[in-house]
């Protein structure tokens, strides 16, 4: 099963999907794609990053020698994805990074793809956090999705924003069973005017995130956020899984 996190900046895509990938892990071992150049995710699962594949890129470039003769770049760093992952017992990391240099971005999410292609099959449950927008699935990094996430602030601008984000998905072919519009950080019940506003967008579903002050205290110690399940956001956890996997 193939989940993807879309959204605005600082919606808690990352927050949700580190939850996400801990909730799932403990059925199948999971993989978790950082498909932002700007990385967090690692932070909020306390993984250590081994590398990614804007570093691997950097290093042939200033190294290219180390590719041998009749091997593109691109098919070294996919023979040597393994490398650069974050293994744990329950979850398997692969960090997009940041690559540098010109045209570096269509290369990188060229060879993300290629990843995609190659590692998804091999999981029960692949869970991907996009940067915010939709840069990867404009360029198809992602050609479809199980279900998708968008998830928005508890704002109409927010939920607006999202739908567009939907329609763009509409407009270059991603393919989905199914996507979820989470509206995240309510602040006790949610107003009729946002619900109704979240309902006119055609979404399968929409989720209200309650807002938890454990992750707004958790947040000011420290990166690693692990959420217990009997708290508002982690009951609310519980559910959405069972509405993603239907």
Aim: aromatic share 4%; charged share 25%.
């Amino acid at each position: 099963m193939i989940i993807a996190l879309v959204g605005k900046g600082g919606v808690g895509k990352s927050t949700i999907s580190s939850q996400l990938i801990r909730a799932l892990s403990k059925r199948d071992v999971t993989l978790a794609v950082d498909a932002d150049p700007n990385s967090n995710l690692c932070d909020k699962l306390g993984m250590e990053v081994t590398g990614t594949i804007g570093g691997l890129r950097n290093e042939i470039v200033a190294h290219p020698d180390m590719v041998p003769a009749g091997v593109s770049k691109q098919d070294y760093i996919s023979t040597h994805i393994r490398q650069i992952m974050t293994e744990t017992k329950d979850i398997d990391l692969l960090v997009m990074g940041r690559p540098e240099g010109e045209g570096c971005y269509c290369f990188t999410n060229d060879v993300l793809k290629n990843c995609f292609n190659d590692l998804i099959p091999r999981y029960r449950y692949a869970v991907i956090d996009n940067e915010a927008g939709m840069e990867h699935l404009s360029r198809r990094v992602l050609p479809r999705a199980d279900v998708i996430l968008f998830v928005s602030d508890p704002t109409k601008v927010g939920v607006r924003t999202a739908a567009r984000l939907s329609e763009l998905a509409d407009e270059v072919h991603i393919e989905s069973d199914k996507r979820i519009l989470i509206i995240n950080n309510v602040f006790g019940d949610i107003s009729e005017q946002l619900m109704d506003e979240a309902r006119s967008h055609g979404f399968d579903d929409v989720f209200v995130m309650p807002h938890d002050d454990f992750i707004s205290r958790a947040a000011m110690e420290g990166d690693v956020i692990e959420v217990p399940s009997d708290t508002p956001f982690g009951k609310a956890m519980s559910e959405l899984i069972n509405i993603i996997e239907g």
